[in-house]
């Protein structure tokens, strides 16, 4: 059973330009979760989508974006990037069933600069 | 809004034995979940064990083992028979009733096994 699946790896972006991000979940799994990670403010939640509707959001700018497909994979949009946005980004997907717990990707290394 | 503390940035332990980690959380919320996560090199976050609020008996999986105070909002690992392959950050995280998956991780402490 594939894991999920986060693309790209790494990623180098200028200050002001847009990222895509892309996450393909367990299949199965409905629910997808967006996460940053950085050294100064750990492990952040930024938004979740369910069926393709947005469930839940974090603290973070409208900057961030995400969206979910039928299929359930995901997609996260950050625009106007800012070098405070030089983060570990993880992916993680739910059966949806409250207890269960997620299973995360390996992430996308993005680098602002 | 809820926080989680894990008080130990660092900790280490000899192959074989038991270590313990800290985590305290501060909630208003009687029923609610936690969990403690793994994060190795690989950067790939890996349950190790979930424990729900309701549920008095502490959770076991295997080496890990939780205890679970709810009163003292204290929720430890324990990891028995310590193992190379144990070394990595490891992440207490809490969640609320109905708020889907919004996970609160703390800052995480690094365990280091040595030989």
């Known amino acids: 059973k594939a894991g999920v699946t986060q693309t790209p790896r790494y990623l180098i972006k200028t200050r002001g330009q847009q990222v895509t991000l892309s996450c393909s979940p367990i299949s199965g799994h409905r629910s997808v979760s967006w996460y940053q990670q950085t050294p100064g403010q750990g492990l952040q939640f930024l938004f979740e989508y369910f069926s393709e509707t947005q469930r839940n959001k974090g603290n973070f700018p409208g900057r961030f974006s995400g969206r979910q497909f039928s299929n359930s994979r995901s997609e996260m949009n950050v625009s106007t990037l800012e070098l405070g946005d030089s983060a570990l980004y993880l992916c993680a997907s739910s059966l949806g069933e409250e207890h269960y717990g997620y299973t995360f990707g390996s992430g996308t290394r993005l680098t602002v600069v | 809004a809820q926080t989680v503390t894990q008080s130990q940035p660092e900790m280490s332990v000899q192959e074989a034995e038991t270590v313990t980690l800290s985590c305290t959380y501060d909630?208003?919320?009687?029923?609610?979940?936690l969990f403690w996560y793994k994060q190795p090199p690989s950067r790939q976050m890996i349950l190790v064990i979930r424990q729900e609020a309701y549920k008095q008996q502490n959770a076991t999986e295997n080496r890990f083992s939780v205890n679970f105070q709810k009163a003292a909002k204290s929720f430890s690992l324990k990891i028995s028979d310590s193992q190379l392959g144990d070394a990595a950050m490891y992440f207490c995280?809490?969640?609320?009733?109905?708020?889907?998956?919004?996970?609160?991780f703390g800052k995480g402490t690094s365990l280091l096994v040595t030989p």
């Open positions: 995280a809490y969640k609320p009733p109905d708020s889907g998956y919004a996970l609160n």
């Open positions: 909630t208003s919320e009687s029923d609610y979940y």
